[in-house]
């Protein structure tokens, strides 16, 4: 497999993954909507949660079909995995601080775990980015 | 060179992660709102309960010794506050 092949694989599988997660996040804030309903997860959320819940997915679905592009023409798309190894690198940031202040200690490890998957992700997108094409 | 330095900056983040002791400055946290707040350790069932001071949600003082002589329940649980 040339480093293509897997940067094509790669925006793809975090595409998708971004993609369904975020209809996943606008589901539960539909979900929160219905009476009664009480999203499960370790974090209680409250009704500015569910709000921002549904902010995140619409642009998880947004920044998922972006990859989905890059996938499908790396060459032309190869910003997008650059803005999207930045993005990973910013959220493992804050998941770093998160979890070192203390304020989340009751998510345990949670939030180291996922810090270091973005930033791997983050790694591979650096490393596998395709060389730009001559325009003209 | 830039992907170099990403390259860096990856790995900083990798050893903060990894190396970071736990919790260190979380004046916050459960734990450490338990370790400041209620220092008390070595209590035995069926004694009386020492006494201790916490902070009301106001962040008035609230004293044990204050509810003397009356039936007092205590329940313990997560509260997080969003």
């Known amino acids: 497999m040339n480093a293509l092949t897997a940067y094509r694989i790669l925006c793809g599988f975090v595409g998708v993954t971004f993609a369904l997660s975020g209809l996943g996040c606008l589901g539960g804030f539909f979900a929160s909507l219905a009476p009664g309903g009480e999203l499960p997860g370790p974090i209680p959320l409250g009704v500015g949660g569910a709000y921002f819940l549904a902010f995140t997915g619409c642009a998880l679905v947004g920044w998922g079909g972006s990859l989905i592009g890059a996938a499908r023409q790396p060459r032309t798309h190869r910003t997008v995995g650059t803005a999207t190894a930045f993005a990973l690198v910013l959220m493992a940031m804050y998941r770093i601080a998160a979890w070192f202040f203390g304020d989340y200690a009751f998510l345990g490890n949670i939030l180291r775990v996922e810090a270091g998957g973005m930033l791997l992700f983050a790694l591979a997108f650096v490393w596998l980015r395709p060389p730009a094409v001559q325009e003209g | ?82």
């Open chain 2, 1 to 82: 060179m830039l992907r170099w330095l990403a390259t860096a900056v990856i790995a900083l983040l990798f050893a903060l992660d990894l190396g970071l002791p736990y919790t260190p400055l979380g004046r916050r946290g459960p734990e450490a709102l338990v370790r400041s707040d209620v220092a008390i350790t070595g209590v035995s069932v069926g004694a009386p309960a020492p006494d201790l001071e916490l902070r009301t949600l106001e962040g008035q003082p609230l004293s044990l010794a204050e509810f003397r002589g009356h039936p007092l329940l205590v329940t313990f649980e997560r509260s997080v506050d969003w």
